[in-house]
Nanobody, 115 residues
Framework: QVQLVESGGGLVQPGGSLRLSCTAS????????MGWYRQAPGKQRELVATKGTIGSTYADSVKGRFTISRDNAKNMVYLQMNSLKPEDTAVYYCNAAVFRQGTYWGQGTQVTVSS
């Protein structure tokens, strides 16, 4: 059973930084991409950033502020979030796309940006 476990969420003031981490375990195939999505109250889940074999993709709202990175040897993905804004408040979900298996999701970690 594939498991994705996120960590690093919390409460931060506007302008602050957080680093999210996600570890994928029990992966029996090749991870072709890992990424982060978020869902704010009353809104649909949206892409934040993904990193695959070709490159990285970012939502326009986070470009220049967030950076996604991966440690392929450890099946981990990170999201460095700088210059956080109240509108970044959401539950952040880790995502992994495994070749010929499908997509897996973590349980989510809460990020709250508030003074």
């Amino acid at each position: 059973q594939v498991q994705l476990v996120e960590s690093g969420g919390g409460l931060v003031q506007p302008g602050g930084s957080l680093r999210l981490s996600c570890t994928a375990s029990e992966i029996a195939g090749t991870i072709v991409a890992m990424g982060w999505y978020r869902q704010a109250p009353g809104k649909q889940r949206e892409l934040v950033a993904t990193k695959g074999t070709i490159g990285s993709t970012y939502a326009d709202s986070v470009k220049g502020r967030f950076t996604i990175s991966r440690d392929n040897a450890k099946n981990m993905v990170y999201l460095q979030m700088n210059s956080l804004k109240p509108e970044d408040t959401a539950v952040y979900y880790c995502n992994a796309a495994v070749f010929r298996q499908g997509t897996y999701w973590g349980q989510g970690t809460q990020v709250t940006v508030s003074s």
